[in-house]
């Protein structure tokens, strides 16, 4: 009876985990490609102990960059953001977890790095908005749009990490 009390408790947390729970878009953007900065900033989303379920290099075309950005359209940076998603290879990364999208944007920090507090990702790593280095999602259903516009079936996960109990009381 002590196993059926056990496996009760594990199998819904499972359900949750492949259909329910939170995940976030993260993408470093051109400039942090460039700059040699993709270890240190999977780095810190690894450390702080969210599951990684995709990660791949990719060049993004131009529609997908519009259509990524569509709310941002009618600003007037918008042309030179989308060249500048455009401009080389961007890492995109599905993060899973719960409270992943707040806590990300709070790794991440403020959009303009000169407004971004020192041990953000942002405050340490970037000083201009047009060249803030890394994406995050604005909201657990951002969260799904943006992971289902960048990456195609299959190229998520399934997996458990170890560390898991060690995370997650
Ligand atoms: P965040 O990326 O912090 O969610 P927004 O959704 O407001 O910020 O903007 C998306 C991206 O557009 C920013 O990360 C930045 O790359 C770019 N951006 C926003 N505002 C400006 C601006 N005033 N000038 C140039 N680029 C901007």
Redo the contacts with the bound molecule.
């Keep these: 009876s002590g196993r059926a009390t056990r496996v009760a408790r594990v199998s819904p947390r499972r359900i949750v985990a492949s259909s329910d729970v939170e995940q976030s878009y993260i993408m470093i953007?051109p400039d942090g490609v460039q700059r040699g900065l993709v270890g240190e900033i999977i780095s810190r989303f690894e450390k702080k102990g969210f599951l990684l379920k995709g990660l791949k290099l990719f060049q993004c075309p131009k529609e997908l960059a519009q259509e990524h950005?569509k709310?941002?359209k009618e600003?007037?940076?918008f042309p030179?953001?989308i060249d500048?998603?455009t401009s080389g290879p961007v890492i995109c990364m599905a993060w899973e977890g719960d409270g992943v999208v707040a806590s990300a944007?709070k790794l991440?920090g403020?959009?303009?790095p000169l407004q971004a507090e020192p041990g953000t990702i942002r405050g340490d790593l970037a000083v201009?908005?047009?060249?803030?280095v890394?994406?995050?999602s604005?909201s657990p259903d951002n969260g799904k749009r943006e992971i289902a516009l960048w990456f195609k079936e299959g190229e998520l996960a399934q997996w458990e990490s170890v560390q898991t109990p060690w995370l997650i009381e």
């Design positions: 953007k950005y709310d941002l600003r007037p940076f030179k953001l500048y998603i944007r991440i403020a959009t303009n201009q908005t047009g060249r803030n890394v994406h995050g604005d």
